[in-house]
């Protein structure tokens, strides 16, 4: 039989999460989108509550969780504020776990417990002014000069990349050609303040507009041989393992916001009157709520099975596919539906939902488009 309990310490966490995320983000996270700012206070609240350390062992300074653990925390989180969530899941999987993966003992020791503590942020630099989802079209280049990398090039969109406490960003660069003539891919780290790397001004986003994403240009940035992470080579495998994972908590935030969308459409429809009657009387209004609650929860059990996997040692791609590309679609569908229950309302600032308005849509962008997602799934299917 399947069983779709979580465990006590789960659920412990998710209740504690959830406490977090209603009493000390929801009051304050308006005004920190508003004004484009990073919450700092926020994020060193979390950083104290042991949720960056969630997935890792205490060796590293981690809680000794897993990755369904993060996902869960992702996923309350989210339910309440979006950039706060993919403050924490970038900080993670795209910051700190390529270090725990792939990185040598020396390195782990060097940069996880300020990381897995909240004290400090990484970032993983793949995408490219020029290429997002061709990922092997990565121009910036990485060459050896004794016992140094010097690396040129830009990276795009990179979260976390630029706060105050910024400590590394690991960039994928071209480190040669390989036997069939295909770039040879590396993974570089580069300390924040490293001479030559610039952090551009944040961008004006549509949405995530309190979480941190920059431009950044590599010029003749020189670092030690020995911040290289991984095999020389490997890089393209472990971006595509570290997306991978990252793709399952992406799927949870997706669903905390879809979740989130019912949550606040089952308040407002109580409270809101029309023609004499709360608004939640009516059955075009039922029927929506009860599709977007459909959608969460279907959507919720695609990423668990996912993070299950994941977790149990299996197969997983195609699983956090599935998971990413649904959790994505349903989000959207919920924040448009939910905005709509709100009427004008809906359509300012005054109610949450118009901030998952905004927020919904780079869910499915961020980690691998929509289009990505359908072709891993497709060729998975086909081999
Ligand atoms: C707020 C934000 C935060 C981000 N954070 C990070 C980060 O931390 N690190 C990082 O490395 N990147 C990050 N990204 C980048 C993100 O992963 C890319 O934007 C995404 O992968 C898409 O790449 P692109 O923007 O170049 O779009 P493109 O690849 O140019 O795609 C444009 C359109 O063409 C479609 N398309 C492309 N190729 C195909 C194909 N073969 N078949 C069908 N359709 C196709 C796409 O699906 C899309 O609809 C972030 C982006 C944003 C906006």
């Not at 206070?41 to 979390?46: A, F, L, T």
């Not at 992406?250 to 989130?260: E, I, N, P, T, W």
């Not at 448009?336 to 901030?355: D, L, S, W």
Request: net charge negative.
């Amino acid at each position: 039989m399947v069983d779709f309990t979580l465990g006590e310490d789960l659920e412990a966490l998710r209740r504690s999460v959830r406490e977090f995320a209603n009493d000390v983000v929801a009051p304050v996270i308006g005004d920190y989108y508003e004004r484009h700012a990073f919450p700092y206070e926020i994020v060193r609240q979390m950083g104290k509550m042991g949720l960056f350390g969630l997935p890792f062992p205490e060796e590293y300074g981690g809680m000794g969780g897993d990755y369904f653990a993060l996902c869960l925390a992702i996923e309350e989180l989210a339910r309440v504020d979006s950039s706060v969530a993919v403050t924490l899941e970038a900080g993670i999987s795209l910051g700190a776990m390529p270090i725990y993966r792939f990185g040598t003992q020396a390195q782990k020791r060097e940069w996880l417990p300020r990381l897995t503590s909240g004290e400090a942020l990484a970032a993983f630099g793949l995408t490219e002014p020029g290429f997002g989802s061709d990922a092997g079209g990565t121009a910036t280049r990485a060459t050896l000069d004794g016992d140094e990398w010097v690396i040129n090039g830009s990276k795009a969109f990179i979260t976390n990349s630029g706060t105050d406490i910024t400590a590394l960003i690991t960039v994928t660069a071209v480190t040669g050609t390989n036997p069939d003539g295909s770039k040879e891919l590396s993974a570089i780290m580069v300390p924040s303040g490293t001479p030559g790397l610039s952090v551009q001004p944040g961008y004006s986003k549509v949405g995530w507009c309190a979480s941190d994403t920059h431009e950044l240009s590599l010029d003749n940035v020189r670092v030690p041989a020995a911040n290289l992470l991984g095999e020389r080579g490997r890089g393209y495998a472990q971006f595509l393992r570290t997306l991978d994972e990252g793709r399952i908590a992406f799927a949870a935030l997706g669903v905390g916001l879809a979740q989130g969308c019912v949550d606040e459409s089952v308040r407002y429809s109580g409270q809101r009157h029309a023609f004499g009657r709360p608004i939640r009387d009516f059955q075009a209004i039922q029927f929506k709520i009860a599709d977007m609650e459909m959608r969460a929860h279907t959507a919720r059990l695609a990423y668990y099975d996912a993070a299950s996997r994941l977790v149990a040692g299996e197969e997983f791609k195609r699983q956090a596919s599935i998971a990413k590309l649904y959790a994505s679609e349903c989000a959207m569908e919920n924040a448009r539906e939910a905005t709509q229950v709100h009427g004008g309302y809906g359509f300012t600032n005054e109610f949450p939902v118009g901030r998952f308005y905004r927020d919904a849509k780079i869910l499915e962008i961020g980690e691998g488009t929509s289009e990505v997602q359908r072709m891993i799934i497709a060729r998975d299917l086909a081999a």
